[in-house]
């Protein structure tokens, strides 16, 4: 047999039928559901007098728009105070009660982020197809996994045949090699990869991430960078199995038990590239030099590393992406060659499905104890990806060590992320974000958001401005 | 799915590369639970110079005059002119429902991102790729031409100039037969019943902890 990629294999074992029209159909073995690409799938269900192929194939809980006060939580769905938002949650229950499918609600200690809940309840498992009407479903590829996201009539389709009418991807790998620094972190090496292959680079393509540096990568650092795939434009990124895929999956909720351990690791090995596996685009990149990264612009390609200054658009030759510049230079009240070190912060957020799980929490309360939010930073929340992280965070105390230093300490959801929520920059605000996208009004009408990893958050939070924290 | 066989129309301009889905439809108006009325908010941090909020009367809000979408050369404009990558960043589904309330038809770009393509293509709206060299062409004419139309044919697969200059498209011939008949998805799948039942017996026999609760 020919030589095949891992996301060869992906699709092979999941291909119930080419077409000779090109299509194919391929099965889903899991969808995730959230209340906001939902509702419009269900209602399509219901006026076609369908029901879900099978209920158990999905998974739901709110996220997008759940509120993240102590005081809204309590009182479950009654207590969310925008009535938009409330009825978005309580259509989700419904929906999932009127067709059984499996729901973390909002008022559940295991609720929180999709992409976060999946691999942290063991829903995801290697060798798994899993979507999501989410682009960032590309989180799910760290297990090995053919994840990606789909709109809301696919969310629909994928209920009721739980099979995708798809075609096959090309084939990428981007090969990390060397040793990271100290402060050198995932969201890091995945920023410099969507700074070098731009916005787009990644279109038409399965990444499959690999080298030294991806192997040395916790499973949550893996997913950090499988998760920022679509910023690149790929919609699936994924990394091979190994040892440290197969610990992390052990003794999941989810994850199979004894009785079918030993077949499904035995499984779950093939799920990696062979060695004569041909790759239609290889891009290899040197882990030892990269720095930490912040985005200046409106895109997260527009990505310098933090000593670094803003670019100058007259140094831009062509004319679109001279115009895309200025546009966002204007838009982030910056000016052409500033030093990135010199923003002004007056937000900082620590949270989503990028960055909201526990080794992120750790590695910025690392830098943030003993220490005091900066009095130039207005507002600093930390948000867990979900409750299980949260409860983890708190049995650690890094609730305490958050809440001294002036953060304010949320309950679990997608917050500012996309602030579907009341969570949201005022206008003109510069934030440091963990999360993945700076486009324009994402975080808030007029807000300017800067995307950082963890560490760069919180001590950006402690300085009032980026500092370089491989140098620390 | 509604079909889409042949469209002519005004073509607006957006001269802009990596035009997101957030700027297309911001995630306030995301809170619907319904398919229709996302027109009146459209771009909204474009059209508008206040804050977008959810329920808002548009017809009372302050406009920006220098955004397209406004000009009045504009008006009745079904066909979007845009630049590559267009429609990047979130799946939501929002963007080609209300570009589609809107009453913009086809847009055409040099590339797009991928879910949007796919999700225009389940709404019956035509995402066309031509090539940087004919878009950027197409830019001149609709600058220099007041009510400048194109005509597009699916058949065909041609957008034609009002110069009478065919410029030939690609579609992939699953979507264009269900775009010209307006078959609905699901429905076709659902004549696969037999072949995923066959799939999913054998996967339960390979994968049996995905099926079987027993731990």
Not at chain 1, 353 to 357: I, P, Y
């Given at each position: 047999m020919a030589a095949e990629t891992l996301y060869d294999k992906l699709w092979d074992s999941h291909l119930i039928c080419q077409r000779e029209d090109g299509s194919a159909l391929l099965y889903i073995d899991l969808q995730l559901l959230h209340e906001v690409t939902s509702p419009q799938a269900f209602e399509g269900l219901r006026l076609a007098g369908r029901s879900p192929w099978?209920?158990?194939?999905n998974l739901a809980t709110p996220d997008?728009?759940?509120?993240?006060?102590a005081k809204e939580r309590m009182?479950?769905?009654?207590?969310?105070?925008?009535p938009v938002s409330k009825i978005q949650i309580q259509t989700l229950d419904d929906n999932c009660s009127q067709f059984a499918i499996p729901e973390f609600t909002?008022?559940?200690?295991?609720?929180?982020i999709v992409h976060v809940v999946g691999p942290e309840q063991g829903a995801t498992l290697p060798g798994m197809t899993v979507v999501c009407g989410?682009?960032?479903?590309?989180?799910?590829?760290?297990?090995g996994t053919l994840a990606h996201g789909i709109g809301t009539s696919e969310v629909e389709h994928v209920l009721a045949t739980q099979c995708l009418i798809t075609g096959k991807m090309k084939n990428m790998l981007i090969q990390i090699d060397g040793k990271l620094r100290p402060g050198v972190t995932a969201k890091d090496v995945i920023l410099e990869i969507i700074g070098r292959?731009?916005?787009?680079?990644?279109?038409?393509y399965a990444i499959e991430f690999g080298g030294e540096v991806i192997r040395n990568l916790s499973m949550e650092g893996r997913m950090t960078v499988c998760n920022m795939s679509i910023e690149a434009g790929a919609l699936a990124g994924m990394v091979a199995v190994d040892q440290t895929t197969i610990d992390y999956v052990r003794?999941?909720?989810f994850a199979p038990g004894e009785a079918y351990w030993g077949q499904a690791v035995e499984s779950w090995k093939q799920f990696v590239s062979d060695d004569a596996a041909v790759f239609d685009q290889l891009i290899a990149v040197?882990?030892?030099?990269?720095k930490p990264q912040v985005t200046?612009?409106?895109?997260?390609?527009m990505v310098q590393p933090v000593d670094g200054r803003v670019p100058?658009?007259?140094?831009?030759?062509?004319a679109t992406r001279r115009k895309s510049i200025e546009h966002a230079l204007n838009y982030m009240g910056l000016s052409a060659?500033?030093?990135?070190?010199?923003i002004q912060l007056d937000q900082v957020f620590i949270g989503s499905?990028?960055?909201?799980?526990i080794e992120d929490l750790r590695q910025a309360a690392s830098l943030v104890k003993g220490k005091k939010v900066s009095s130039l930073v207005k507002q600093a929340l930390v948000v867990p990806g979900s409750g299980p992280v949260k409860a983890q965070a708190e049995r650690e105390g890094l609730h305490r060590i958050f809440r001294e230093a002036g953060f304010q300490w949320r309950e679990p959801g997608c917050s500012m992320c996309?602030?579907?929520?009341?969570?949201k920059l005022g206008p003109g605000e510069h934030c440091a974000s963990t999360s993945n996208r700076n486009f324009?009004?994402?975080?808030?009408?007029h807000g300017r958001t800067h995307l950082v990893s963890p560490l760069m958050a919180a001590a950006a939070a402690i300085e009032g401005h980026f500092i370089d924290v491989s140098t620390v | 799915m509604r079909r889409f066989v042949q469209h002519t129309g005004v073509v607006v301009p957006l001269?802009?590369?990596?035009?997101?889905t957030d700027m297309i439809i911001?995630?306030?108006?995301?809170?619907?639970?319904?398919?229709?009325?996302f027109g009146p908010n459209l771009f909204d941090e474009y059209r508008y110079l206040d804050e977008g909020v959810a329920?808002?009367?548009?017809?009372?809000r302050p406009l920006n005059r220098g955004f397209v979408l406004n000009h009045s050369r504009y008006s009745g404009c079904s066909i979007l002119l845009a630049r590559e990558n267009?429609?990047?960043?979130?799946?939501?589904?929002h963007a080609p429902w209300a570009l589609d309330d809107f009453g913009i038809k086809v847009v055409i770009a040099p590339s797009f991102a991928e879910i949007f393509y796919n999700n225009c293509l389940k709404n019956g709206l035509l995402p066309i790729v031509l090539k940087d060299a004919q878009v950027e062409k197409l830019f001149l004419q609709v600058n220099e031409e007041e009510g400048y139309r194109l005509d597009i044919d699916l058949q065909s697969q041609q957008v034609i100039t009002p110069g009478g200059e065919r410029l030939e498209f690609e579609i992939d011939s699953f979507r264009k037969h269900c775009l010209l008949q307006g078959l609905d998805d699901i429905a076709q799948t659902l004549q696969y019943t037999e072949e995923i039942r066959a799939f999913e017996v054998s996967r339960m026999e390979k994968v049996p902890w995905l099926f079987n609760k027993k731990r």
């Open positions: 099978r209920p158990e194939g997008h728009n759940v509120p993240t006060t009182s479950g769905v009654e207590g969310v105070a925008d909002m008022s559940d200690p295991r609720q929180g989410d682009s960032h479903t590309s989180t799910h590829g760290a297990f292959i731009g916005t787009a680079g990644g279109t038409g003794g999941r909720p040197d882990g030892s030099r990269i200046w612009g409106t895109s997260p390609e100058d658009p007259e140094d831009e030759v062509d060659n500033q030093r990135l070190t010199d499905c990028t960055n909201g799980r996309l602030a579907m929520n009341a969570d324009e009004g994402r975080q808030g009408f | 001269d802009r590369a990596n035009v997101d911001p995630k306030q108006f995301l809170k619907s639970i319904s398919r229709s009325g329920g808002k009367d548009c017809s009372q267009f429609g990047c960043g979130s799946s939501r589904e």
